[in-house]
């Protein structure tokens, strides 16, 4: 039995092949297998492979007609046979050699079923970049050899980051979900949620080469592939929640927002069409005082129209009202305004939403005035008070009483 298999999905990849199995070979560990499989592959991606195998036999090739890539993962973990399962995409390479090692031992010294490292980015010229997920807090940087609570993990993102256990897989039935594109973050949700601890190790296992074959985001261009897209969204907080992981799930339902708004989307009317399908009742998975809540409801479509409001025009046109309403988290039920305004001319004439809309402004500025009358007051008190002590004051230098005012008209001439 061998102690790793490296499972690698490959899909029209013959010009990145060879560097992602040359930086497996490059480990220090050499107990590994690497399972390729060929998600149908129409260029000479597998023949690159054959060629590869007469060279390493350690190299084990599996075709599948074209599934994506979760089947093509599933089918590697199935015919995996090492003591632990780490995952490299053929378009991306391990970064330090002794990484595995250092990985595995510690992982078998304490019978762990989740070992993690740490990812690096890598640009078209092979140079290695910081993560910046790591600054934004998307998920934990692993600093030193430690035992890791899971729930701390972070988002559920970079699982090739990590190596598993083969059994603890096999024996929770932990697979990646049918779908076409995120996949990644329901599979490692499930595991989080299964495992006591993660056994983090300092060393930077994993380059992720970030614009090889196109950002994530162009990838989701089709109807499947956009409900799919969401899909893995609900079935992550589907997992997360019913784990009681709420901080994980509320974290992953902010970063689903923030990717909601990507220009592209918000004027995607199947998409938005597509993600009420999928979250038919929002009320279920967010709750009513958070911006996710919020969005959602502005951006759902009204029960009496296919037509739906055009958010970005809407934030234009009603800027003032947005801030006031939505500054430091003062939400407020959007729906209840847009299910009169099915589309942005009505929402302009309607005079009703602009009347909320400024309600908050006019009672601030109210206000305000009041506390302005009032201090403008005591300045009129104290003025009268200042004119009566000039007055008396003048009435004092005037007099003749020089042996009582002659101190005061001193004063007064080495002042000018």
Same mark, same amino acid.
């Given at each position: !039995? ?5 499972? %690698? ?32 592959? #129409? ?26 890539? /979760? ?15 780490? +995952? ?14 250092? !990985? ?9 079923? !989740? ?38 993990? /972070?988002?559920?993102?970079? +699982? ?61 261009? #089709? ?10 969204? @609900? ?9 009681? +992981?709420?901080? !994980? ?129 005591? %300045? ?7 004119? @009566? ?28």
């Amino acid at each position: !039995m061998v102690k790793i298999s490296v499972v %690698m999905p490959v899909y029209n990849a013959e010009q990145f092949i060879k560097r992602a199995i040359d930086s497996v070979y490059k480990q220090t560990f050499k107990d590994v297998e690497i399972v390729c499989v060929d998600d149908g592959s #129409t260029d000479n991606s597998v023949q690159i492979l054959e060629e590869l195998k007469k060279q390493n036999d350690a190299i084990n090739i599996i075709q599948q007609e074209n599934s994506g890539s /979760g089947k093509a993962r599933n089918n590697g973990i199935d015919n995996a046979e090492g003591e632990y399962v780490a +995952f490299l995409d053929a378009d991306d390479i391990f970064v330090d050699e002794d990484a595995l090692e250092k !990985m595995y031992n510690y992982g078998a010294k304490n019978n762990a079923d !989740m070992i993690g490292g740490n990812l690096l980015r890598v640009n078209n010229d092979d140079e290695l970049e910081e993560n910046f997920n790591y600054a934004s807090g998307n998920y934990m940087f692993f600093s030193d050899e430690s035992e890791v609570q899971p729930e701390d993990y /972070g988002i559920p993102w970079a +699982f090739y980051k990590n190596i598993f256990k083969t059994s603890f897989l096999n024996e929770n039935n932990i697979r990646f979900p049918d779908l076409l594109r995120g996949q990644d973050p329901v599979f490692l949700s499930e595991i989080l949620t299964k495992i006591d601890k993660i056994y983090a190790v300092n060393t930077n296992l994993y380059g992720y080469y970030y614009n090889a074959t196109g950002q994530s985001n162009d990838k989701i261009n #089709t109807t499947d592939k956009k409900r799919d897209y969401l899909m893995h969204y @609900k079935q992550s907080f589907d997992v997360l929640d019913a784990n009681n +992981f709420t901080q !994980m799930s509320d974290d992953y339902k902010e970063t689903f927002i923030s990717i909601l708004k990507i220009k592209e989307r918000n004027h995607d009317d199947e998409y938005v069409k597509i993600l009420f399908e999928v979250f038919p009742d929002i009320d279920q998975y967010f709750r009513k005082d958070t911006y996710p809540y919020s969005y959602l409801s502005i951006l759902r479509p009204s029960e009496k129209s296919d037509t739906t409001v055009d958010i970005d025009k809407l934030l234009e046109q009603k800027e003032e009202f947005i801030n006031t309403t939505l500054t430091n988290n003062e939400f407020i039920e959007l729906d209840k305004i847009i299910e009169y305004n099915n589309n942005l001319e009505k929402v302009k004439d309607d005079e009703v939403f602009i009347q909320k809309s400024y309600s908050q402004i006019n009672d601030r500025h109210n206000k305000e005035q009041k506390e302005y009358e009032e201090i403008k007051d005591d %300045m009129d008190k104290l003025s009268d008070e200042i004119s @009566k002590l000039e007055k008396s004051n003048n009435e004092i230098l005037s007099s003749n009483a020089w042996k009582y005012t002659k101190f005061l008209r001193d004063i007064k001439h080495h002042l000018k």
